[in-house]
């Protein structure tokens, strides 16, 4: 007797899809308002647009709607991020809030794992200077 197999959760419904996301970036951007090396990057006044935006790409990434890419083409993600200077420093201080909006959600260790590992390499590759 063998057992159907379907087609396997995404990596964003298995966490909790769309509110889990939404969950994770608030943290993040929470923390990124008050950093001072970290809020001139964005240059709007209100934080929402750059919610919107890591929300709908993250979502992507992991197995969800495919919105991002819809709204804004494909992420590109160095092009978009190189009139910034992203430094080790830059990189460090986003690692540091994201691994706070990270512990928040309590994933199971595989899954909190799974996506720390992702956040750590892209944060990693977004370095485009050494420039303080």
């Known amino acids: 007797m063998s057992i159907?197999?379907?087609?396997?959760p995404s990596f964003y419904d298995q966490i909790g899809g769309h509110?889990?996301?939404?969950?994770?970036?608030?943290?993040?951007?929470?923390?990124v308002a008050d950093d001072p090396v970290l809020r001139p990057m964005y240059?709007?006044?209100?934080?929402g647009p750059a919610k919107e935006r890591l929300t709908l790409f993250l979502e992507q990434y992991w197995g969800g709607p495919t919105t991002y890419s819809e709204q804004r083409g494909?992420?590109?993600?160095?092009?978009?991020?190189?009139?910034?200077k992203v430094n080790p420093d830059a990189r460090d201080r986003w690692l540091a809030h994201m691994r706070t909006a990270v512990d928040e959600l309590g994933l199971?260790?595989?899954?909190?794992?799974?996506?720390?590992?992702y956040l750590e390499r892209a944060a990693f590759a977004m370095v485009n200077t050494f420039e303080e």
Not at 20 to 30: E, G, K, M, N, P
Not at 108 to 117: G, S, V
């Open 74 to 84: 494909h992420p590109r993600l160095r092009m978009r991020h190189n009139p910034f």
């Open 19 to 31: 509110e889990t996301f939404v969950r994770l970036v608030d943290a993040f951007y929470r923390d």
């Open 108 to 117: 199971p260790p595989l899954q909190e794992e799974t996506l720390w590992n």
């Open 43 to 47: 240059p709007e006044e209100d934080l």
């Open 4 to 8: 159907p197999v379907g087609p396997q």
